[in-house]
């Protein structure tokens, strides 16, 4: 079993940066996929990126956001630049053996999530 907590969201301006972090505990989690996920008021929860040897990013965050991990620390995070008020949402950190990397099925642990509020 795999715990994640998810920390350092919060209230930024547009243009502004955050970085959140994803702790593992229960099991090492060097093998597995991280992932982050992101879901808006009123919308579904969507892929954000995903990093195995490297990162794979969806397009609304690519070149603004770096997803990277120490696995000595058993812990992922999510430098976020660039921030825009559509970036605000509830994040997700997700680990699994995923093949898929923007299907939370592939997933099997999930975080509680932390809010990211951007504001214009």
């Known amino acids: 079993q795999v715990q994640l907590v998810e920390s350092g969201g919060g209230l930024v301006q547009a243009g502004g940066s955050l970085r959140l972090s994803c702790a593992a505990s229960?099991?090492?989690?060097?093998?597995?996929?991280m992932a982050w996920f992101r879901q808006a008021p009123g919308k579904e929860r969507e892929f954000v990126g995903a990093?195995?040897?490297?990162?794979v990013y969806a397009d609304s965050v690519k070149g603004r956001f770096t997803i990277s991990r120490d696995n000595a620390k058993n812990t992922a995070y999510l430098q976020m630049n660039s921030l825009k008020p559509e970036d605000t949402a509830v994040y997700y950190c997700?680990?699994?053996?995923?093949?898929?990397?923007?299907?939370?099925?592939?997933?099997?642990?999930w975080g509680q999530g932390t809010q990211v509020t951007v504001s214009s």
């Open positions: 990093f195995r040897w490297s990162g």
């Open positions: 997700a680990v699994g053996q995923a093949t898929r990397f923007g299907v939370e099925a592939s997933y099997n642990y």
């Open positions: 229960g099991r090492s989690i060097t093998s597995y996929v």
